[in-house]
């Protein structure tokens, strides 16, 4: 049997979607109040310049992949209007129950789906825009999620994979400091959960840098990639555009 990565652990690539769930089973109910906390409010300002840089106009279709809470999709569904149209999907039940609820509350109904990005529900030439944000590293096979996304767009549409990253060399070891030793402790406090926090902190070394994402998302078919490093490359947004 093949193994794969869960933060720093080997464990079978059969089983690997099963711990991701029970990692965000356990933080569903604090996760937008630890986001806020762990980020210092950096998050809204990540999640905005995506939404700018995505520039969805009125009447497109947009996918939402591992949109958790809702905070894209939100966005979003103010810009398409009522001509077009947001799906909001995740793996996880916890988490899209949790955004479901918060969308709904804002008075906004999006089609809402449990779906497994490396096995998308759709047909291909569909979407206008792709949006994943944290949701990439904890895929099993980032090959296989990025060729779907890519399958699902319509030739010219735009991937957007907002992620952790590599940051730069000066920011290492405050930021280590920080991931390893400050994060589990405030997740402990917050969600009752050190151990997911942990994982957060070892899936994002894991997780490939800039440069070796943007070559993955070229050998899965994406004729233009670029990405845009922020806060240091704490995180990165890549942008793919399907030719």
Same mark, same amino acid.
């Given at each position: 049997?093949?193994?794969?990565?869960?933060?720093f652990k080997s464990v079978d690539e059969s089983e690997k979607a099963r711990h991701v769930r029970g990692?965000?089973?356990?933080?569903a109910s604090r996760y937008d109040v630890m986001n806020d906390l762990m980020s210092m409010g950096l998050h809204r300002l990540w999640k905005a310049y995506t939404v700018t840089v995505a520039n969805v106009q009125e009447g497109q279709r947009v996918l939402d992949i591992a949109g958790g809470t809702g905070d894209l999709a939100l966005a979003f569904a103010g810009k398409v209007g009522k001509t077009?149209?947001?799906?909001?999907?995740?793996?996880? #039940?916890?988490?899209?129950?949790?955004?479901?609820?918060?969308? +709904?509350? @804002?008075?906004i109904v999006l089609p809402t789906l449990v779906c497994d990005a490396e096995r998308l529900p759709f047909p291909g030439d569909h979407f206008d825009v792709v949006t994943v944000a944290f949701g990439l590293r904890n895929m099993t096979?980032?090959?296989?999620?990025?060729?779907?996304?890519?399958?699902?767009?319509?030739?010219g549409g735009k991937l957007l994979?907002?992620?952790?990253?590599?940051?730069?060399?000066?920011?290492?070891?405050?930021?280590d400091w920080y991931s390893f030793k400050i994060l589990p402790r405030l997740g402990k406090l917050v969600a009752g959960d050190d151990a997911s926090y942990r994982y957060l902190a #070892?899936?994002?070394?894991?997780?490939?840098?800039?440069?070796? +994402?943007? @070559?993955?998302?070229k050998q899965t078919g994406f004729g233009h990639v670029d990405y845009h490093n922020l806060t240091g490359g704490?995180?990165?947004?890549?942008?793919?555009?399907k030719c």
């Open positions: 049997m093949s193994t794969t990565h869960f933060g990692v965000f089973d356990s933080v077009g149209c947001v799906v909001h999907t995740d793996i996880n #039940e916890a988490m899209l129950r949790t955004g479901r609820d918060r969308l +709904l509350d @804002a008075g096979h980032k090959d296989l999620a990025l060729s779907e996304m890519r399958r699902v767009l319509k030739p994979v907002l992620e952790f990253s590599k940051v730069a060399q000066p920011l290492e070891k405050a930021y #070892e899936s994002i070394r894991m997780h490939p840098g800039q440069a070796e +994402l943007k @070559a993955l998302m704490v995180v990165a947004l890549h942008v793919g555009i």
